[in-house]
Structure formats: C-alpha cells, structure tokens
C-alpha cells in the first residue's frame, strides 16, 4: 500500500489484542445536607441541596428579604460540600 511504498519496505499489520468495551460505574459520593444558612429564605432548607453529587449543579441558596446571597455549595467526589453559601444584607459593602 502506500505507506509502504512511501517508506521503502513492506509492511506487516499484526494484532496484538482485540478492542475491548468498559463500563465504568460513577462511584462518587453524595454529599449529605449542607449546613444552613442564617437568614435564608423561609421555604429553603438543607434538604433542598439533598441528594447531590459532582456532576450536580450547584445548590444556591436564596436569601429573605433585604438580604442577598453570596456562595453556594459545590459536591465534590468524597461526598463533601465545598464552598460557601451565605445570606449577607444588603446594606453590607
């Protein structure tokens, strides 16, 4: 074929193991409740973030009136929260 020509010698193709598929199971941990927040929205609770893992999007949490979020938790692949999520008021620089 042409790759021999193009190198000057003839070729042998010889196989040395068959192409296999694998499965591979997601074996991350899910993150248990998250700590709560101080001043978070009434109908937000720890649970809300329940269950997570670290392909999950991120558990934001809202905030009550006249405060705004700042954070959020992130799963990560042990199973732990990181990141941090807080209600802060809004007259805070």
Sequence with gaps: G???EALG???SLQT?????????FDISLPCLEPAAVQWAA?????????PRTWSD?????????NFRAQ??????TAGQWD????CIPEWVI
């Design 2 to 4: 042409p790759l021999s």
């Design 9 to 11: 010698k003839p070729l």
């Design 16 to 24: 040395l193991s068959m192409p296999h598929a694998q499965i591979v």
């Design 42 to 50: 009434l109908d937000w609770s720890p649970n809300s973030c329940y």
């Design 57 to 65: 999007p991120l558990c934001q949490v809202p905030c009550q009136e």
């Design 71 to 76: 954070g959020e938790y992130r799963c990560n």
């Design 83 to 86: 990141g941090d999520a807080r």
